[in-house]
């Protein structure tokens, strides 16, 4: 049961570090909503990662996962890891989607969840003793699950895509 419940707070961690940077958005408006790639364009001539991906939502994701972490009695600062790395995983989906020519904001069902779950799962395997099994299930329960909870954010005025 202790590794169930600690897959059930993990993934309410990945929620909560994934939704922090649309939560600072509605919050915040175009403050402090620098480009984390600076607006620098690859050598294909697109954008490294595409204006949606600012430093006011890696922040926003780190602090918010700490946050979440200490109230779930996972250390603090896992949880700022795995905000982190889950930013970084997002940050390379979005890197791959503009190489495969995927607009911003654009849709790529399992490139938009896996790199944000898995990524940062993987990050604090060994700090929280996590198995492959445990790994593989809250990765698939994440994207799974993240597609209708983006609809219903949507739906709700959270979002402003259904996806």
Do not use: C
């Not at 602090?63 to 982190?84: D, M, R, Y």
């Not at 979005?94 to 607009?103: C, D, E, I, W, Y």
């Not at 990050?123 to 299930?137: E, H, K, M, N, Y």
């Not at 994207?143 to 983006?150: K, R, S, T």
């Amino acid at each position: 049961m202790d590794g169930l419940w600690l897959s059930l707070k993990l993934l309410l961690l990945l929620g909560v570090a994934n939704s922090a940077p649309i939560a600072a958005k509605r919050l915040l408006g175009s403050r402090w909503n620098a480009p984390l790639d600076g607006g620098a364009m690859f050598f294909d001539g697109r954008p490294l990662l595409g204006p949606g991906k600012t430093i006011r939502g890696v922040v926003a994701a780190i602090a918010a996962a700490a946050i979440a972490a200490w109230a779930l009695a996972i250390p603090p600062s896992v949880g700022a890891l795995a905000g982190a790395v889950s930013m970084a995983g997002d940050a390379l989906a979005s890197f791959t989607k503009r190489r495969l020519g995927v607009a911003p904001s654009g849709r790529a069902v399992g490139l938009d969840q896996i790199p944000e779950s898995l990524l940062p799962l993987l990050a604090v395997q060994g700090l929280l003793d996590l198995s492959a099994a445990q790994i593989a299930g809250i990765t698939a329960a994440f994207l799974v699950l993240e597609i209708p909870l983006a609809r219903l954010a949507y739906r709700l005025g959270l979002r402003d895509r259904p996806y």
